[in-house]
C-alpha cells in the first residue's frame, strides 16, 4: 500500500514576525522553534522508510524537509504547485491585515496582484495528482497550512476546505493512503470549482 505524510513546515521567522509570506524569496526560513519541530517531525516519521520528499520551493519548507530526514539519503523533489497562495500586494503585512482583507470576500475573489483561494486549491489538486502519478510507495509532502488543511477536509468528506479542521500545527505528519489521497485530492478540484 502506497503512503504520503503530508506536514506543515516548521514555525518559521515569519510566522513569529505576524507576516504573511507568498515569495520564496523572501523567505527567511525557519525560527529555532521551527527547526526544532523539524527535528520532532524526523523523530516521529523515523519508522517509515520514506522514498521521496516532495516540497514547496520555500525555504521553509526544504529545511524542514532537510532537518526530519538529516540522517536518511532521500531523493528531494520540489513542486511549485505546493507553494502557498500567492497574496500578490499584501505580501510582506501582517497576519491581521490579510484576515482583514479576506474577510466578507468569497474564494473566487483574488488577492490584489495574486490568486484566489479556489484557484489555489485547484493548484493544489494538481500537485497532488502529480505525487499520485509517481511510483514512489512512501511520500513525505512538505508544504503549507493550506494544501495540508485542504487534503485534511476533503478526506474527511467535508463540503468546506476550510472545515472542520482549520489551524494546522507546524511539522506533525498527517497520514494518507493512495486512495484516500486520490479521494482527497479529486473532492478539492470538485469543491474549489463550485465554491
Known amino acids: 500500500m502506497r503512503t504520503f505524510l503530508l506536514a506543515r513546515h516548521g514555525q518559521s521567522q515569519l510566522n513569529v514576525a505576524g507576516i504573511v509570506n507568498a515569495d520564496p524569496g523572501r523567505d527567511p526560513g525557519l525560527s529555532p522553534?521551527?527547526?526544532?519541530?523539524a527535528r520532532q517531525l524526523g523523530r516521529q516519521i523515523a519508522a517509515f522508510e520514506i522514498e521521496l520528499v516532495a516540497t514547496s520551493q520555500f525555504p521553509r519548507a526544504q529545511?524542514?524537509?532537510?532537518?526530519?530526514?538529516?540522517?536518511r539519503n532521500v531523493?528531494?523533489?520540489?513542486?511549485?504547485?505546493l507553494d502557498d497562495v500567492k497574496i500578490g500586494?499584501?505580501?510582506?503585512?501582517?497576519i491581521a491585515d490579510y484576515r482583514a482583507w479576506k474577510h466578507g470576500r468569497s474564494?473566487?475573489?483574488?488577492?490584489?496582484?495574486?490568486?484566489?483561494?479556489?484557484?489555489?486549491?485547484?493548484?493544489?489538486?494538481?500537485?497532488?495528482?502529480?505525487?499520485?502519478?509517481?511510483?514512489?510507495?512512501?511520500?513525505?509532502?512538505?508544504?503549507?497550512?493550506?494544501p495540508v488543511r485542504?487534503?485534511?477536509?476533503?478526506?474527511?468528506?467535508?463540503?468546506?476546505l476550510?472545515?472542520?479542521?482549520?489551524?494546522?500545527?507546524?511539522?506533525?505528519?498527517y497520514l494518507f493512503g493512495e486512495s484516500?489521497?486520490?479521494?482527497?485530492t479529486e473532492r478539492i478540484a470538485e469543491l474549489s470549482a463550485i465554491e
Open 33 to 37: 522553534a521551527g527547526e526544532e519541530e
Open 63 to 71: 529545511q524542514t524537509a532537510g532537518l526530519a530526514l538529516a540522517t
Open 75 to 81: 531523493p528531494h523533489v520540489i513542486v511549485s504547485d
Open 89 to 94: 500586494e499584501l505580501e510582506g503585512k501582517t
Open 107 to 146: 474564494r473566487t475573489e483574488p488577492f490584489p496582484g495574486g490568486e484566489s483561494l479556489d484557484a489555489a486549491a485547484t493548484r493544489y489538486a494538481g500537485a497532488y495528482r502529480s505525487l499520485l502519478d509517481r511510483p514512489e510507495s512512501t511520500v513525505l509532502v512538505i508544504c503549507h497550512e493550506i
Open 150 to 160: 485542504y487534503a485534511i477536509n476533503a478526506a474527511a468528506g467535508s463540503g468546506q
Open 162 to 173: 476550510d472545515a472542520p479542521v482549520h489551524d494546522v500545527p507546524n511539522a506533525v505528519p
Open 180 to 184: 484516500q489521497l486520490a479521494a482527497a
